[in-house]
């Protein structure tokens, strides 16, 4: 990856960080100050979120290290570390959120100042908005997997934070409206709602960070454009087989078995799978290829008879050529 989109990486994570640090200093403020167990709630998941943020910044810079001796494919897997990381901890500030919502749910306490509470909330929706979605954009376009999960941190909280807004907002035009019906239960309920909703954000986390971490293939669309990739080769490429892909935060490991014709010289398959090589790269940019050169025989067995190219006519004529040579 260009240093180009590395700073662009490095730049909003580091956006990311004041965000969310002016949101949980403003949220703590104002949930302490009207007495709102919703709005801590809110408090907790930013503080997580920011949490999650300096984990992704940190991530980011030890991704963009170039492999050394000890690292020899590279730090990119740092970002899935950190993207599984992060999914914890919304776990646990999950299970936090719930404790506290239920034991306000037991024994309400009133809420004063309600508007300032709506404020807040009205206030982190927007700026969440606008981080998440910067996010978004950024973690697409550099494949980067800490963004991501940073990005749908931001984005949950949204939603929670809409939900907060409602609960406060019934709750508040309840009190002019109808003042003698106790409204106080949405309030936990809300927090609880907020609780329920990261837990499931959590868990998406989980899986998108934690597949590359246990060497999963890349995803079937990607392999089926390999595969498309290889052969307009054809002819020169007679067949291929034994794909097998992993990623490592946003570089791919591509490899796969060849077959040429026998008569092929050594110089000229080199200068082949150099030309594939960079088909691949073109689609795919900054991925590890790795291929094996075969003789094709004609002979295809139960391996390679997926990948081969070659009509019944052509595989009858390589046979002739390699018992010639």
């Given at each position: 990856m260009?240093s180009?989109?590395?700073k662009r990486k490095?730049r909003v994570?580091?956006l990311?960080i ?13 949930g302490l100050f009207?007495?709102s167990?919703a709005i801590?709630s809110e ?6 979120d920011?949490?999650?943020?300096l984990?992704?910044y940190v991530?980011?810079?030890?991704s963009?290290?170039p492999?050394?001796?000890d690292h020899?494919f590279?730090?990119?897997k740092?970002?899935?570390?950190s993207?599984?990381?992060e ?5 646990v500030?999950a299970a936090?959120?719930i404790?506290?919502?239920?034991d306000?749910?037991?024994d309400?306490?009133?809420i004063s100042m309600?508007g ?5 909330m ?8 606008a981080v998440s979605?910067l996010?978004?954009r ?5 494949e980067?997997?800490?963004l991501e999960a ?7 909280d949204v939603y929670?934070?809409f939900?907060?807004m409602a609960?406060?907002?019934?709750i508040w035009g309840g009190a002019?409206l ?6 106080l239960w ?5 927090a609880?709602?907020v609780?329920l909703?990261?837990?499931?954000a959590?868990y ?13 293939s890349i ?5 089926d454009?390999?595969r498309?990739?290889v052969?307009?080769?054809y002819?020169?490429?007679?067949g291929f ?5 992993r ?6 490991f591509?490899?796969?078995?060849a077959?040429v014709?026998p008569?092929?010289?050594?110089g000229?398959?080199h200068a082949?799978?150099h ?10 940019p900054?991925?590890?290829i790795?291929?094996?050169?075969e003789?094709?025989d ?8 997926g990948g081969?190219?070659?009509?019944g006519d052509?595989?009858?004529?390589v ?7």
């Open positions: 260009d180009y989109q590395q490095i994570a580091a990311s004041l965000s969310n640090s002016t949101l949980v200093l403003l949220k703590l403020a104002v009207i007495g167990v801590l408090a907790i998941h930013s503080g997580v920011l949490v999650a943020a984990i992704a991530a980011v810079q030890a963009r290290k492999a050394d001796e020899p590279g730090h990119g740092a970002e899935n570390i993207g599984t990381i999914a914890a901890l919304i776990f500030a936090w959120i404790f506290e919502a239920v306000k749910l037991l309400p306490q009133p309600v300032w509470g709506v404020a807040v009205l206030i982190s929706s927007v700026a969440n908005i979605e996010l978004f950024v973690a697409r376009d550099t980067s997997v800490a940073d990005a749908w941190h931001l984005r949950t929670t934070s939900g907060v609960g406060l907002g019934i002019w109808a003042p003698g019906v106790n409204l949405l309030d936990p309920v809300a609880i709602t609780a909703l990261i837990i499931g959590a998406r986390l989980t899986v998108t960070a934690a597949r590359d971490l246990m060497d999963a995803p079937p669309h990607e392999e454009e390999i498309t990739i052969k307009t080769v002819p020169r490429v007679h087989h034994k794909l097998r892909t990623k490592s935060g946003n570089t791919r591509v490899e796969f078995h077959k014709g008569e092929m010289t050594v000229d398959s082949l799978m030309d594939i090589t960079h088909l691949i790269e073109r689609r795919f900054g991925s590890h790795t291929i094996h050169t003789p094709c004609g002979k295809c067995d139960a391996e390679c008879t081969c190219l070659l009509s052509e595989r009858d004529m046979r002739q050529k390699k018992s010639s040579l």
